[in-house]
């Protein structure tokens, strides 16, 4: 599965983000999706995953209420809005698809990723 991952940028802190995952798949429907983030000298981490229906949504502890994840099974696409921005959330953020929740070793198919950058 070969998954584009775009809107990344720079925006102000409080500000908002829309990510979005574009996946070359009929079967998208199948697959849990995750995003994840690598901020600079730091280990990857969970953001939140949705499950394959879209009825089923997870969220780290440090974007709940602040992020949302969604998922278009017709257009092959997966979305993440970013509220409430804080500098601490700059990273590059990587959709990907058919694994286990927070669990990245677990996911087999990964986007290139995409900066987001959050000013104070």
């Known amino acids: 599965v070969q998954l584009q991952a775009s809107g990344g940028g720079l925006v102000q802190a409080g500000g908002s983000l829309r990510l979005s995952c574009a996946a070359a798949?009929?079967?998208?429907?199948?697959?849990?999706m995750a995003w994840f983030r690598r901020a600079p000298g730091k280990e990857r981490e969970f953001v939140g995953a949705?499950?394959?229906?879209?009825?089923?949504?997870l969220y780290a502890g440090s974007v709940k209420g602040r992020f949302t994840i969604s998922r278009d099974n017709d257009k092959n696409t997966m979305h993440l809005l970013m509220n409430s921005l804080k500098p601490e959330d700059t990273a590059v953020y990587y959709c990907?698809?058919?694994?286990?929740?927070?669990?990245?070793?677990?996911?087999?198919?990964w986007g290139q990723g995409t900066l987001v950058t959050v000013s104070s």
């Open positions: 990907a698809a058919d694994g286990t929740t927070i669990y990245s070793e677990s996911y087999r198919f």
């Open positions: 798949e009929r079967t998208f429907s199948n697959y849990v």
């Open positions: 949705i499950s394959g229906s879209g009825g089923s949504v």
